[in-house]
């Protein structure tokens, strides 16, 4: 006789996959974190094209916490990537690097059908991302 304890792991994992639902993430089970730009001033709700915080301390200083908290995941530890996704040190400066930017946090980037980064527009404010482009611009690489 075989002895029952032999298959209580077997007999363990099927319960479980039996009985819980598969989840697909887009970014993972990453759930962003809040960014608080009190302090700031209001930029309303026309999207702007030029970053209105640009070396503005108070908003580098947010920014840098931001993306610490919410894109160093995938971006890198100071922006510097290893490899998941674009080194955004090597962003262009002033407008044209505003542009390209916001579309990207706002709109995020699906090819195929996968999510390479998802939409934040909706999840922070535009003060937010602001915060985080104004911060970029201070690793910026040539």
Same mark, same amino acid.
């Given at each position: 006789m075989k002895?029952?304890?032999? #298959?209580?792991?077997a007999v363990?994992?099927?319960l479980f ?35 209105? #915080? ?35 040190? #090597? ?24 999510? #390479? ?26």
């Amino acid at each position: 006789m075989k002895h029952p304890l032999r #298959y209580l792991g077997a007999v363990a994992a099927a319960l479980f996959l039996g009985t819980t639902t598969p989840q697909v993430f887009a970014h993972g089970d990453v759930v962003p974190q809040a960014v608080d730009t009190s302090g700031l001033k209001n930029v309303g709700s026309e999207w702007l094209k030029s970053n209105p #915080y640009r070396k503005n301390e108070t908003a580098i200083r947010i920014g840098a916490s931001a993306f610490n908290q919410n894109c160093a995941r995938c971006h890198g530890l100071g922006a510097i990537s290893g490899g998941i996704a674009p080194d955004l040190r #090597y962003l262009p400066v002033d407008d044209e690097g505003d542009e390209i930017f916001m579309n990207r946090i706002r709109h995020g980037s699906v090819r195929d059908g996968r999510v #390479y980064m998802p939409p934040f527009e909706g999840l922070f404010s535009q003060e937010a991302m602001w915060t985080i482009r104004a911060w970029l611009e201070t690793v910026h690489e040539e």
